[in-house]
């Protein structure tokens, strides 16, 4: 069982930046792949950004490429997403997510562990 809680979200202007924090429990941190998503209002939960188990590939939605970086601290049991030249199309909940069997990585349905949310809103 892995607990995972997000930090890190709030208003912030477009252009700015955000740093969104994912902290697990447990001992086995390092052996599951982890995920970024996330839910605007009124729309389907999707795919941003997902990091391998040893931290070595990442992957991102094309919406985010060049903006956004997914990197993790295993030491620290920590996930992070920054977040860059933030526009007001990135207004939603952040959501990080924990992936058991290491595949699939773009899939909703292929993450066991999700955490509760973190808002983040970007003004025009």
């Known amino acids: 069982q892995v607990q995972l809680v997000e930090s890190g979200g709030g208003l912030v202007q477009t252009g700015g930046s955000l740093r969104l924090s994912c902290a697990a429990s447990g001992r086995t941190f390092s052996s599951y792949r982890m995920g970024w998503f996330r839910q605007a209002p009124g729309k389907e939960r999707d795919f941003v950004a997902t990091?391998?188990?040893?931290?070595?590939?990442?992957d991102y939605a094309d919406f985010v490429k060049g903006r956004f970086t997914i990197s993790r601290d295993d030491a620290k049991n920590t996930v992070f997403l920054q977040m860059n030249s933030l526009k007001p199309e990135d207004t939603a909940v952040y959501y990080c997510a924990a992936n058991r069997m290491d595949w699939g990585p773009r899939r909703i349905s292929s993450y066991d562990y999700w955490g509760q949310g973190t808002q983040v809103t970007v003004s025009s």
């Open positions: 990091i391998s188990r040893s931290g070595g590939s990442t």
